[in-house]
């Protein structure tokens, strides 16, 4: 069982509650040792003064924020560790934004956050639950291993994330760093319908299953080859960029071509043959079969619930029921709006 990395209390209004931060992802990257070519010598990084080129023990360096080049303020490590804010225990929400309100760009690392005893379960599920169902982050600051980190606090089925965020001053404006991004003009209302046809065409459920680091394979396969001294076949090289005065042509034949294939997976094999149509809500008495990922491009029948009222719903729950139903602009909807949008659908019978 994994350790937490953090510990400490989180608070909510008056409420507060214990917990640990555990590590969310890992790193299954395939590393390398630099060698000297022809030999087994492995090759190391030294800390060697520029100057005389000799080595330098790590108890004699200090560090050196540059005003002017090679002038210096020289900061000892103990000055640092005087203004370093500490190692802080409290996690404490100063407030909560709508989930879709936070760019993606501002997020870093993710982490588990469990409670720390059982008698903790039932607090630490009502605040999950609260999130899930309000679709907002808590927003907090952090402090951890001597750095503070702005953070936010959502939940996912069964557990609460903590995620830390960039400082403001740390996003780039994009504007600033690419240098050819278009200027904003009103696109050909024919090419944007087909455009969004495409996407409706191409649009699949969220399985981070289905996705697997392919590069790291061709690395090691390539490894193994070398190993029995066999030849590596190189990837091809990637397609031309599409002719803008064929846009409409090129459009048109995607949305068309993903049409024909009529569910096809990327084996070319046909969704039909190995899936079946979403199941039917369980009779009394009788088991649900089993769900179904269903194929690209194909609409799933609508699953009715019976007595169900949609304000009892996550938004997880809304948002199957929202596709289902072909509800237009939900992925960008609150679940207000979803309950909203789904009650004029009449997908709530």
Known sequence: MARPIWTGVLTFGLVTLPVGLYTATEDHTVHFHQLQRGTSDRIRNK?????????????????????????????EPEELEEVAPGRSKVIDLAGFVDLHRVEPVYFARTYYVGPRGKEYGKVYELMRAALDRSDKAGIATLTMRGKE???ALRAQPGVLVLHTLHWADEVRDPADVVPEL??????????????????DA???????????????????????????????????????????????????R????????GGEDGDGKRAAD????APRRKEAGRKE?????????????????????????????????????????RSKMTRDQLIDALSRSGAAA
């Open 47 to 75: 800390q060697v003064n520029e100057r005389t080129g000799k080595e330098v023990d790590t108890g004699k360096i200090v560090k050196g924020y540059e005003l002017d080049e090679g002038e210096y303020v020289v900061v």
């Open 149 to 151: 980190y702005l953070t």
């Open 182 to 199: 278009p200027e904003r003009v009103k696109a050909d209302s024919r090419e944007l319908r087909t455009a969004e046809q495409l996407i």
């Open 202 to 252: 191409l649009t699949i459920d969220w399985d981070p299953r289905d996705y697997h680091d392919a590069y790291e394979e061709r690395v090691k396969r390539l490894v193994e080859a070398k190993l029995k001294g066999e030849d590596v076949v190189g990837e091809p090289e990637p397609p031309e960029a599409t002719n803008v005065v064929d846009l409409m042509e090129v459009l048109s």
């Open 254 to 261: 995607s949305v068309e071509q993903s049409r024909s294939r």
């Open 274 to 277: 190995r899936t079946e149509a």
């Open 289 to 329: 079969a089993p769900r179904r990922k269903e194929a690209p491009g194909r609409k799933k029948p609508p699953r009715r619930r019976r007595t169900e009222d949609l304000a009892s719903l996550t938004k997880a729950e809304l948002y199957e029921r929202a596709t289902a139903a072909d509800v237009p602009g």
